[in-house]
């Protein structure tokens, strides 16, 4: 018989070294979209990350419960006790097999978990190796033992060494960096991880024998590229994320703050640099940076702001772009975004203005998770207009 156990290491909410992609409001509704589609994809169960406690342990315990989602850690407490504070464990029944699943999350995030948490619910994260030998226990008698790993790749490694008995760990929290689908072995435990943001998925296949034992016929990171057809239902509930944050744009961007650009002065839009240097802008008019607010409309991304940063001119900034419907001179990717702001320069043409910005300016927008093929070198030239 064939059973399908589909999982997820953590941090499905948010991740603790980008809690700030986002805010709260849009991050919520984004948090709840995505449990929707774990819900409709048949997930069998959440290892807490702690970018999931980023709202405290209401809001996922919560939302995740709505949907039936299981949510499992054999780390989280009530602070004050040793209640946990989600199952510690489940058993998947697969003929004469016992699956079990625990969830630990590294004690090196409880800084991280108190500092979110709700005020009248308190929690505490238990030492790691702790945890791991307390989910040991909850998987006692399972033909399997699966652990949801959600701790730093080093850290991985040395907790598998110092706790051994699981089967198979799947890590999470560095996967990007480090992610491989194929087994790593670390002593008796078969280790993967694979990519975040729901661009790739990995898929272990195994065999189990009937005295218990089990062998891997493969692993490997599936990459959810183009050649991957869109589902229906998942464009549905894209779709309804978008609805839901375009009715909330302005409670959204209530919580943007808006202040002086670096240079200290303020955006006046690419129209204002046009009647001086058009040769610049016709040159600048045959790149895509001329063309980035489109690609956002095309999407119907035009009322979502975590695209706003690198598809419009001086977000977040005095000046800069807010809405479309307030400030559409402050469409596309203008000449500001890589000189700076602009008003002093227009107020005093004659004066010194800004250089352009360097690799690591451009990287802000040409990042790994948006632009995987970047690289400066090739793109340059590209946007290169005359001096």
Not at 152 to 179: Q, T
Not at 306 to 317: D, L, P, Q, S
Request: glycine share 10%; with cysteine; net charge negative.
């Amino acid at each position: 018989m064939e059973c399908l156990l589909v999982l997820d290491a953590g941090d499905a909410v948010s991740r603790e070294i980008h809690e700030t992609e986002k805010n709260s409001i849009q991050l919520r509704i984004a948090g709840e979209t995505l449990l929707d589609a774990m819900s409709y994809l048949g997930y069998g169960a959440l290892g807490l990350g702690e970018g999931d406690l980023l709202f405290g342990g209401r809001f996922i315990r919560e939302a995740a419960g709505a949907r039936r989602i299981p949510i499992l850690s054999s780390s989280i407490i009530r602070a004050g006790g040793a209640d946990p504070f989600a199952a510690e464990a489940i058993s998947i029944e697969a003929g004469p097999y016992r699956i079990g699943v625990a969830s630990i999350v590294s004690h090196g995030f409880a800084g991280f978990v108190t500092a979110h948490q709700d005020p009248d619910e308190p929690l505490a994260v238990l030492p790691t190796e702790d945890a791991m030998r307390r989910a040991l226990d909850k998987l006692a008698g399972s033909s399997l033992k699966i652990l949801l790993l959600h701790a730093p790749y080093r850290e991985i490694i040395d907790l598998v060494r110092a706790v051994r008995g699981f089967d198979i760990a799947i890590g999470a929290h560095e996967s990007n960096w480090k992610s491989y689908g194929a087994p790593h072995w670390i002593e008796d435990t078969a280790v993967v991880q694979t990519g975040w943001d729901g661009k790739t998925i990995g898929r272990l296949d195994l065999r189990l024998a009937a005295d218990g034992s089990f062998e891997i016929a493969s692993g490997r990171e599936i990459i959810l590229d183009s050649s991957f057809p869109d589902h229906p239902a998942m464009v549905a509930l894209h779709q309804a994320y978008l609805a839901r944050v375009a009715g909330a744009i302005d409670e959204i961007l209530a919580e943007y703050p808006v202040v002086p650009p670096p240079s200290g002065t303020r955006y006046v839009g690419t129209a204002a640099c046009v009647s001086c240097h058009e040769a610049q802008a016709a040159a600048w008019r045959t790149t895509k940076h001329a063309i980035a607010w489109r690609t956002l409309a095309e999407r119907r991304r035009d009322y979502d702001p975590e695209c706003y940063a690198c598809h419009t001119v001086g977000f977040g900034y005095e000046g800069g772009f807010r809405v479309p419907d307030e400030t559409p001179d402050r469409e596309d990717s203008g000449c500001e975004n890589c000189h700076g702001a602009g008003a002093d320069h227009v107020a005093r043409p004659r004066e010194p203005y800004g250089k352009p910005v360097d690799e690591a300016r451009c990287r802000t927008c040409h990042n790994p998770v948006h632009s995987p093929q970047f690289n400066y070198a090739t793109y340059l030239p590209q946007i290169k207009h005359p001096e």
